[in-house]
């Protein structure tokens, strides 16, 4: 099993190019419909103090504490946290960053009203380890909300069908149930050919858990599952941005919201 470290290696190596394809608009199911999913279901959290785990560049960080909680971020990549901390600069938010894994948060037990996680456990190794955590920090009756790539589409083994025309169909997907670690290499399909010329693909880590695997996990820990959603883009959003009219056809994202019990 991949180490925390060795993920957070690759994480580095990304950081720079995500933060610039993302920064011009290229994470167009981030901004077209995953990240505006999340936010439509997050609870109020005016007021209460959050935690988000995987912060990357501070982007959806950001759109948290504008709604006006008091946010605690951390990543893994120290390239991350330096652009998180500068847009921090240029508009305050008082938001607190700091340079972490998620495996031994720190933090003190039941310090934190919510904890967020936008599109990052999935990149984790250890991942009960990492709820167990989030569960420790929670105080009693708060909420983690989660999103992550779907478990049934995000395989090394997944292939688009295509009709006759060549428009895509349905997703092929195979070996669901292996659990497997794999390295993913791509780039925001969205970027212009210049762009991919002049930064190097992503090389993302991945470690798979069938939606079982996942849910048991939470409740394991001592959570109660609350609220699920599996984003896509509405029609208008496919017709007017036909780059994400594919998530119509299979699942690309879930979010997960739960609870820790007061007990």
């Known amino acids: ?73 951390f990543d893994i990549a120290p390239t991350f946290i330096r652009y998180a901390v500068e847009a921090e600069r240029r508009q305050p938010l008082a938001i607190g960053y700091l340079h972490a894994g998620a ?33 420790r920090i929670l105080k009693p009756d708060a909420f983690f909300q989660f999103s992550i790539s779907h478990p049934f589409t995000d395989h090394p083994y997944r292939q688009w069908i295509s009709d006759e025309t060549g428009k895509r169909v349905a997703m092929a997907v195979r070996d669901y149930f292996d659990n497997r670690q794999y390295i993913d290499e791509w780039t925001f399909g969205a970027a212009p050919k210049e762009l991919k010329t002049r930064y190097k693909p992503f090389k993302t880590p991945y470690f798979t858990k069938t939606l079982s695997q996942w849910l048991n996990m939470l409740i394991e820990a001592g959570f109660i599952l609350e609220r699920f959603e599996e984003p896509c883009a509405d029609e208008n959003t496919a017709r007017d ?13 879930l979010i997960v919201r739960c609870r820790k019990t007061t007990i």
């Open 241 to 253: 941005h036909p780059e994400v009219a594919d998530s119509r056809i299979a699942p690309f994202f």
């Open 103 to 135: 495996h031994y948060l720190p933090f003190a037990a039941r310090q934190f009203d919510f904890v967020v996680a936008f599109m990052s456990l999935m990149d984790m190794p250890e991942q009960e380890q990492v709820v167990a955590e989030i569960h």
């Open 1 to 73: 099993m991949m180490s925390s470290t060795e993920a957070g290696r690759y994480w580095e190596e990304n950081a720079e190019a995500w933060t610039q394809l993302s920064r011009r608009g290229y994470d167009v199911c981030r901004d077209l419909f995953n990240t505006p999913a999340f936010m439509r279901i997050l609870p109020d959290v005016n007021g209460l103090r959050g935690l988000d785990i995987g912060c990357g560049d501070g982007h959806n960080t950001r759109l948290v504490a504008a709604r006006g909680a008091k946010m605690t971020a």
